[in-house]
């Protein structure tokens, strides 16, 4: 029996500008990937990036743990007097943050 490969849930792509570090976040970001992008987080703030943006187009699913994820983030990096940026949030995202009552809650880049 040929067991069926499956693609990773959630990805992560880093790109350093001289401005900022850029993370491209593909896939599902939910309870079994969110400590993923916890932990991709924390080691960018340990390495003293100072500006992290996090380019969401392709994220194709959140849930609350997901959304807590990035509420922990965000709270990491500015408590450290960072920015966090989500830049062209999917529509799965935006509609989450909308309904959480949290569109204010990110700087968001359309």
């Known amino acids: 029996m040929c067991a069926a490969r499956r693609r990773p849930l959630l990805t ?4 350093d500008d001289p401005d900022e570090v850029v993370v491209v976040v593909r ?3 939910d309870v079994t990937s969110s400590p993923s992008l916890v932990e991709h987080l924390d080691r960018l703030a340990v390495a003293g990036a100072s500006r992290v943006t996090l380019d969401c187009r392709h994220v ?3 849930d609350a743990s ?4 990035l509420l922990a983030a965000r709270d990491r990096l ?3 007097g960072r ?3 989500l ?8 509609r989450l943050l909308h309904l ?3 569109s204010g809650a990110f700087l968001v880049e359309p």
């Open 100 to 102: 959480a009552d949290l």
């Open 27 to 29: 896939g599902e970001l």
């Open 60 to 62: 194709a699913f959140v």
């Open 87 to 94: 830049r062209h949030p999917s529509p799965v995202m935006r």
């Open 78 to 80: 500015e408590g450290d």
């Open 66 to 69: 997901g959304l807590g994820a």
């Open 83 to 85: 920015a966090i940026t």
């Open 12 to 15: 992560l792509e880093t790109f």
